[in-house]
């Protein structure tokens, strides 16, 4: 096997900040440190020049929805629409795209709080725009969408279900059964087409993992068994979102499924944006809701329960107080029952966490809970006049995503994107990370850089302490940016007297100034294998 020697680079090691060069057997880095002293140590090597290149470990994104995050990218994206009449143009222009007229208009990403007319266009709107066609539109949480008249017709249960209305967006169990007929209605070759797209996406911006979040809710049996069975060189490792009572039955789905943990997108609770998130108090701008609740905290303990008794990962989606409360209650229980070891070793996780107390958040670090989260969210709903404080009001809003209050109580925590809800894009993920709306819930750009790389990793199981770095002994899986200058920053005064003191042997990262540009990905590598080039 010939020892593959890179040098002329930035290196991001933890061992060896000044790094130049690393050297590369087969899956494995075996080297990092300096140029001339790597020429020396390999004299056979194949070398190649990396130019001035920033080499860092790969990133993983822990929340993604594949199909949906291609259909996105190859269909209708909604997301830079600016009011009801541009969206009705959307997709009027979309209908008239399409050859087939049975075919239907998939499009996703709308977001009324931003219009002027702060409201989503009704059913007859949608159904004069679409000439009649089906139409599927998700909100940009994807806990609510609009059905045309010709969708809503595919699914005769409809209007007995919850979070039925007959002209405004759906959501709960009838969002579920609309979107379960739009997915049947998209040809095969789409959805295909979609996934390879999705993952062609994710390579090219320096992910090399994805954790893909599944469900019988979100997409089904049949889109995760196709997307695993997907020759593409990204990993992918599959949450199946569906609550089980015992041991037994968590192995019979993880079996029936093919995938590897049983958490994700098991909703406890839905959206802010879609007045789904379960609350405590009701919604600032909708006093007559609290919410929904889609799991009581008994079944939640079940849940764990059985995961942690069959060695399985469990997760829940949590974004509301209320959720977020009801998961704490259940974990507790289950500590109590099988002790704190037992639930720790599980490294079962909570996806999102956005409304979490002081004393919630030491119990999560107590019990070796992992907090996957999406710091982009912060990012596009955050900050005043934004979605935050439309649903919430000013005192509660800014008390979301706190990352700074997680990893101080010792949650670990994992970036994800949650695509098509945010981009997968890992360096704008972890400058909203760096760059809170809240003063004091940022977290420094080591520490979110860590989050999308070595945190994720682990919160996918894998723990050999080696996974998300670039140091020997690690998997060779590494993206290669072009990049500007590197810098070493801190959030705070204190952190910063010593992170950037040159004898605190912190490695540099690229400038995560909002203003500064964005690196772009040259190559991105998954255990010695390139998956991407540009």
Same mark, same amino acid.
């Given at each position: 096997m010939t020892t593959q020697l890179f040098v002329g680079g930035r290196i991001y090691s933890p061992t060896n900040p000044d790094a130049t060069a690393f050297a590369v057997d087969g899956e494995t880095v075996t080297?990092?440190?300096?140029?001339?002293?790597?020429?020396?140590?390999?004299?056979?090597?194949?070398?190649?020049?990396?130019?001035?290149?920033?080499?860092?470990?790969?990133?993983?994104?822990?929340?993604?929805?594949?199909?949906?995050?291609?259909?996105?990218?190859?269909?209708?994206?909604?997301?830079?629409? =600016?009011?009801?009449?541009?969206?009705?143009?959307?997709v009027r222009a979309a209908a008239q795209r399409l050859a087939d007229p049975a075919?239907?208009?998939?499009?996703?990403?709308?977001?009324?709080?931003?219009?002027?007319?702060? =409201?989503a266009p009704r059913t007859g709107e949608l159904d004069a725009a679409a000439g009649g066609r089906s139409v599927y539109l998700s909100r940009i949480d994807v806990h609510s969408a609009l059905a045309s008249t010709a969708l809503r017709g595919a699914c005769p249960e409809l209007p007995a279900a919850a979070g039925y209305h007959p002209d405004q967006p759906l959501t709960g169990e009838a969002h579920h059964l609309v979107r379960r007929a739009a997915l049947a209605a998209l040809p095969g070759a789409d959805t295909d087409r979609a996934r390879r797209a999705a993952l062609d996406? *994710?390579?090219?911006?320096?992910?090399?993992?994805?954790?893909?979040? *599944?469900?019988?809710?979100?997409?089904?049996?049949?889109?995760?068994?196709?997307?695993?069975?997907?020759?593409?060189?990204?990993e992918v490792r599959a949450y199946w979102g569906e609550a089980v009572a015992d041991a037994d039955q968590a192995r019979a789905l993880l079996e029936t499924t093919g995938a590897h943990a049983l958490g994700g997108d098991l909703f406890i609770d839905g959206a802010l944006g879609s007045h789904t998130a379960w609350l405590h108090e009701p919604y600032a701008d909708a006093p007559e809701l609290t919410g929904l609740a889609h799991l009581d905290t008994d079944t939640i303990a079940a849940h764990l329960r059985a995961c942690t008794e069959a060695g399985i990962q469990a997760g829940f989606h949590v974004i509301g107080d209320a959720a977020v409360s009801a998961a704490v209650e259940a974990l507790a229980r289950v500590v109590d029952e099988v002790g704190g070891p037992a639930v720790a070793a599980r490294g079962h996780r909570l996806d999102h966490l956005e409304m979490v107390t002081d004393r919630q958040a030491e119990a999560l670090g107590g019990w070796?809970?992992?907090?996957?989260?999406?710091?982009?969210?912060?990012?596009?709903?955050?900050?005043?006049?934004?979605?935050?404080?439309? =649903?919430?009001?000013?005192?509660?809003?800014?008390?979301?995503?706190?990352? *700074?209050?997680?990893?101080? *109580?010792?949650?670990?925590l994992a970036f994800g994107s949650d695509a098509p809800v945010t981009a997968m894009d890992p360096w704008a993920m972890i400058r909203a990370a760096v760059h809170h709306h809240t003063p004091g819930s940022g977290i420094s750009p080591r520490a979110a850089f860590s989050a999308a790389t070595r945190g994720a990793w682990r919160a996918g199981g894998v723990r050999d302490g080696l996974a998300g770095t670039l140091v020997p002994g690690a998997p060779a899986t590494y993206a290669v940016w072009e990049a500007g200058d590197l810098v070493v920053s801190a959030p705070t005064d204190t952190v910063q007297r010593w992170s950037t003191d040159p004898r605190s042997r912190v490695p540099a990262l690229p400038d995560l100034d909002p203003s500064a540009p964005t690196p772009v990905c040259l190559r991105t590598v998954l255990r010695g294998h390139t998956v991407f080039a540009r």
């Amino acid at each position: 096997m010939t020892t593959q020697l890179f040098v002329g680079g930035r290196i991001y090691s933890p061992t060896n900040p000044d790094a130049t060069a690393f050297a590369v057997d087969g899956e494995t880095v075996t080297w990092v440190g300096e140029d001339r002293v790597g020429r020396a140590l390999h004299p056979d090597a194949q070398v190649t020049d990396l130019g001035g290149a920033f080499v860092a470990p790969a990133f993983v994104d822990t929340h993604v929805h594949t199909t949906a995050t291609g259909l996105q990218l190859i269909g209708l994206d909604l997301a830079g629409v =600016r009011s009801v009449a541009e969206c009705l143009a959307a997709v009027r222009a979309a209908a008239q795209r399409l050859a087939d007229p049975a075919a239907i208009v998939w499009g996703h990403g709308w977001d009324e709080s931003r219009w002027p007319e702060r =409201r989503a266009p009704r059913t007859g709107e949608l159904d004069a725009a679409a000439g009649g066609r089906s139409v599927y539109l998700s909100r940009i949480d994807v806990h609510s969408a609009l059905a045309s008249t010709a969708l809503r017709g595919a699914c005769p249960e409809l209007p007995a279900a919850a979070g039925y209305h007959p002209d405004q967006p759906l959501t709960g169990e009838a969002h579920h059964l609309v979107r379960r007929a739009a997915l049947a209605a998209l040809p095969g070759a789409d959805t295909d087409r979609a996934r390879r797209a999705a993952l062609d996406h *994710a390579a090219a911006h320096g992910i090399a993992a994805v954790h893909e979040c *599944a469900g019988p809710q979100v997409s089904g049996v049949d889109d995760l068994g196709a997307l695993l069975a997907l020759d593409h060189g990204i990993e992918v490792r599959a949450y199946w979102g569906e609550a089980v009572a015992d041991a037994d039955q968590a192995r019979a789905l993880l079996e029936t499924t093919g995938a590897h943990a049983l958490g994700g997108d098991l909703f406890i609770d839905g959206a802010l944006g879609s007045h789904t998130a379960w609350l405590h108090e009701p919604y600032a701008d909708a006093p007559e809701l609290t919410g929904l609740a889609h799991l009581d905290t008994d079944t939640i303990a079940a849940h764990l329960r059985a995961c942690t008794e069959a060695g399985i990962q469990a997760g829940f989606h949590v974004i509301g107080d209320a959720a977020v409360s009801a998961a704490v209650e259940a974990l507790a229980r289950v500590v109590d029952e099988v002790g704190g070891p037992a639930v720790a070793a599980r490294g079962h996780r909570l996806d999102h966490l956005e409304m979490v107390t002081d004393r919630q958040a030491e119990a999560l670090g107590g019990w070796g809970v992992i907090g996957a989260v999406q710091p982009a969210f912060d990012a596009a709903w955050g900050g005043p006049g934004g979605l935050y404080e439309q =649903r919430l009001g000013p005192v509660r809003a800014p008390a979301l995503n706190p990352l *700074a209050k997680l990893a101080s *109580a010792g949650v670990s925590l994992a970036f994800g994107s949650d695509a098509p809800v945010t981009a997968m894009d890992p360096w704008a993920m972890i400058r909203a990370a760096v760059h809170h709306h809240t003063p004091g819930s940022g977290i420094s750009p080591r520490a979110a850089f860590s989050a999308a790389t070595r945190g994720a990793w682990r919160a996918g199981g894998v723990r050999d302490g080696l996974a998300g770095t670039l140091v020997p002994g690690a998997p060779a899986t590494y993206a290669v940016w072009e990049a500007g200058d590197l810098v070493v920053s801190a959030p705070t005064d204190t952190v910063q007297r010593w992170s950037t003191d040159p004898r605190s042997r912190v490695p540099a990262l690229p400038d995560l100034d909002p203003s500064a540009p964005t690196p772009v990905c040259l190559r991105t590598v998954l255990r010695g294998h390139t998956v991407f080039a540009r």
